[in-house]
């Protein structure tokens, strides 16, 4: 196959991880026979320092004219006083909105190499970690509007969480998708006791459930939620809630299995062309150190291999091969414990690389 990638590789350690998944990548297409070809552009704060936007067209226009979107990070403290229109992070909304990426796909799966990094109790541990966090990605909170008034002499702020019944409607329906896949089972996440949206939401769901008898689907309010995640997570297969429940929910559950790092994730429309990235930050401190962890953007790249390129055995390949190095106790160090061997970035890229 030839497919054509845009790279983002953004702010941060953003260069270095994405470099690292690109030489997987580029492994991969060696030995299967694909061709890979990469056009890179600049977004987040990297382009703002450019182009004074976080979002030129021209990037804009190469995200839409690609086979699939990888990403590696974007934002920093140097850019938290530009106008809020322009900040880093509205890249992301931005691409996300016009390509239609309305279903975020974070899977959160302990590595049984790396048990002893999860915060949790070994007992917890034990049961297993293995949950897909499906997010809505395009709706609620973050693309309601947002303005601050004076009202009585005071200024209030004023965020709208809107949602329509077909926003629900599809995001529910990659749910129960994926469930079918996996464990058959879907736990939809709200606050339907005090929201009007959540108990659209609520209502919704129950009504794509209609549609999958062999999938489970339970409620559960988004504050259980939150409880349950580190109290019993093996209770968790597939994860669907909106966008600022989905956020917070799954970063609390990549840290139950031990390291942000290693976490991917997928943003998927109604076509197969999606954008794959890792769900960590750009890490300033590190940046430019060699030190940062690429598993979760070589990760990321399997998924795009999997969802957007029906590549299975290649994703297969690139997974097997990251279990492997850990098998073998190399470590970054967000990783690292007694008894290994702490690697840098690029070495565990290369690593991983050679296992292919």
Same mark, same amino acid.
């Given at each position: 196959?030839?497919k054509t990638i845009t790279v983002i590789k953004g702010d941060g350690i953003g260069p270095e991880i994405v470099t690292e998944a690109m030489k997987v990548l580029d492994r991969i297409a060696e030995k299967y026979g ?158 339907a006791n005090v929201l009007d949206s959540s108990r659209l939401w609520r209502k919704v769901v129950h009504q794509v459930a209609e549609e999958y008898p062999d999938v ?17 997570? /093996?209770?968790?297969? $597939? ?6 429940? *989905? &956020? +917070?929910? %799954? ?5 139950? =299995? ?62 097997? /091969?990251?279990?492997? $190095? ?6 970054? *160090? &967000? +990783?690292? %414990? ?5 690697? =840098? ?12």
């Amino acid at each position: 196959m030839n497919k054509t990638i845009t790279v983002i590789k953004g702010d941060g350690i953003g260069p270095e991880i994405v470099t690292e998944a690109m030489k997987v990548l580029d492994r991969i297409a060696e030995k299967y026979g694909h061709t890979f070809t990469y056009q890179e552009i600049l977004a987040g704060g990297c382009a703002i320092d450019v182009y004074g936007k976080s979002l030129p067209e021209e990037s804009l226009q190469k995200c839409l004219d690609c086979d699939s979107v990888l990403l590696g990070a974007v934002g920093g403290p140097k850019w938290d006083g530009v106008e809020k229109s322009i900040r880093p992070e509205a890249a992301l909304l931005g691409i996300r909105s016009a390509m239609g990426l309305y279903a975020n796909l974070r899977p959160a799966r302990l590595f049984p190499q790396l048990a002893d990094a999860s915060p949790l109790k070994p007992e917890i541990v034990a049961r297993g970690i293995d949950l897909m966090m499906v997010r809505e990605l395009i709706g609620g909170a973050y693309f309601g509007e947002h303005k601050t008034v004076t009202e009585n002499g005071e200024l209030v702020a004023h965020d709208d969480m809107t949602y329509a019944e077909h926003e629900i409607r599809r995001i529910a329906r990659t749910a129960f998708e994926t469930a079918r896949k996996r464990g058959s089972r879907v736990i939809s996440v709200d606050k339907a006791n005090v929201l009007d949206s959540s108990r659209l939401w609520r209502k919704v769901v129950h009504q794509v459930a209609e549609e999958y008898p062999d999938v489970t689907c339970t409620d559960m309010l988004v504050d259980n939620t939150a409880m349950q995640l580190v109290k019993n997570p /093996a209770q968790f297969d $597939v994860v669907v809630t909106e966008n600022l429940f *989905g &956020d +917070i929910l %799954s970063d609390e559950a990549s840290m139950i =299995t031990g390291s942000i790092g290693m976490m991917a994730s997928a943003s998927l429309g109604e076509g197969t062309r999606g954008m794959y990235e890792p769900i960590h930050g750009s890490a300033p401190d590190i940046a430019g150190q060699n030190l940062a962890n690429p598993i979760g953007t070589i990760l990321s790249a399997a998924m795009m291999l999997r969802y957007s390129f029906d590549m299975i055995k290649e994703a297969d390949a690139i997974e097997a /091969a990251v279990n492997t $190095v850990l098998d073998k106790g190399y470590r970054t *160090g &967000d +990783i690292m %414990s007694e008894g290994m061997t702490q690697v =840098t970035c690029s070495q565990m890229g290369d690593l991983i690389a050679a296992e292919l």
